[in-house]
């Protein structure tokens, strides 16, 4: 029987990034007949025993012609490969990825991971004109590809209203928790009590300020001269360079706080080793549109591996948390510290355990349905 060749790629997602590799990737690669590839942004090839080949872009900055070029190490990717089915995970590829089909055949699923219009117009990366330029480009893209393609796999729940090109042809796979292997530790025990005597705090994941990296800071200054037992890791990527000068600033005299990666990639599996071994999971987003209605992946990472959470009031986390006394929502801009420090001490955290709608298992059998459907 001739095997189904399936390409998942992305511009500036790493080869080994967490969606496509670990849930996207490893979910398609079970399918008998199926000959998974993964291209994306060049980085160290992840072991795999999963029959998974790898395609890395060339090196190039966020912001320089490298990044144009890779439409044309694209081209000739797909021009080698003949995949039967490409999973796209950024709008930059939806173009290029059209013409193909539109040339060579085969089908399209975009893989919608974030709001790219919402988000331009909301956040300040760019100046005024440019990130509305930007912004109705894009969506100008997403519209007219939208006749290319067979399905879109959504991230979040809030994108089936958000966007208006998707035209009933999606499904929802959110960033639910996978694990890739077996913790090297005892399992937990739940209900859990923190012992406050000794209180690591995590904060992972996107390092910035509108993810809230400076209130963590604060918050565990305050905590840590209230009960010397609280420290703080942070570990993940920063993108702004201005950002983590001013994050290395802030915590040079804080012995306590100690910051891994910055300006390097952390890879997921030490991030998810540092989940395992915390007391207490931060999620400091500040209110902002283009957060406001997504689910954050750590959030899924953090619930699924019983860590308790401090999360920013959000009546969307807060159901999740609420439902399974898994944390406390709060105003990490208005903490009141001793009031905070009473909770922890007396608050039981998972008294069921571990839920398991945080697991991507969940979402992988609609998956599997749908390529089933139409292969």
């Not at 199926?34 to 090839?45: L, M, N, Q, R, Y």
């Not at 007219?144 to 089936?160: M, P, R, V, W």
């Not at 406001?292 to 401090?310: D, I, M, Q, R, W």
């Not at 909770?343 to 609609?366: K, M």
Request: charged share 20%.
């Amino acid at each position: 029987m001739k095997k189904t060749r399936i390409l998942l790629s992305s511009v500036l997602k790493p080869i080994n990034d967490t969606r496509m590799l670990e849930k996207l990737g490893s979910s398609l690669a079970q399918i008998p007949q199926t000959e998974i590839h993964i291209a994306g942004f060049p980085v160290k090839e992840p072991q795999t025993i999963l029959p998974i080949q790898f395609h890395s872009f060339a090196y190039f900055k966020r912001l320089s012609w490298g990044r144009v070029k890779v439409q044309w190490q694209y081209w000739q990717l797909l021009r080698r490969l003949k995949p039967h089915l490409i999973i796209v995970s950024t709008h930059e590829l939806l173009f290029i990825t059209s013409l193909y089909k539109l040339l060579h055949g085969g089908k399209i699923w975009y893989d919608v991971r974030e709001n790219y219009f919402l988000n331009l117009i909301t956040q300040n990366a760019y100046p005024y004109i440019i990130k509305y330029l930007l912004a109705y480009a894009i969506r100008g893209f997403e519209y007219l590809s939208s006749s290319f393609i067979n399905f879109y796999l959504l991230a979040e729940k809030s994108y089936a209203a958000e966007l208006p090109f998707l035209k009933n042809k999606f499904i929802l796979l959110e960033n639910k928790f996978k694990q890739m292997a077996k913790p090297p530790y005892l399992p937990k025990r739940y209900p859990i009590k923190i012992n406050t005597q000794q209180v690591k705090l995590l904060y992972s994941g996107t390092i910035s300020e509108m993810h809230g990296i400076f209130e963590t800071v604060e918050l565990c200054r305050h905590l840590h001269q209230e009960n010397a037992g609280f420290s703080l890791t942070i570990i993940g990527y920063c993108a702004i360079a201005s950002t983590l000068q001013k994050l290395k600033s802030a915590i040079k005299d804080k012995p306590y706080i100690t910051l891994i990666g910055g300006d390097k990639l952390v890879p997921h599996s030490e991030i998810i080793e540092y989940i395992q071994q915390s007391d207490l999971g931060l999620l400091p987003y500040q209110p902002h549109p283009s957060t406001f209605s997504c689910t954050p992946t750590k959030l899924f990472e953090y619930l699924a591996n019983g860590l308790p959470v401090l999360v920013q009031q959000n009546p969307n986390w807060a159901n999740r948390v609420d439902q399974y006394q898994a944390g406390i929502n709060l105003d990490f801009r208005t903490v009141d510290y001793q009031q905070l420090l009473r909770q922890l001490q007396e608050q039981v955290f998972f008294p069921t355990g571990v839920p398991e709608d945080v697991f991507w298992e969940t979402d992988e059998c609609r998956l599997i349905k749908l390529y089933n459907k139409n292969f």
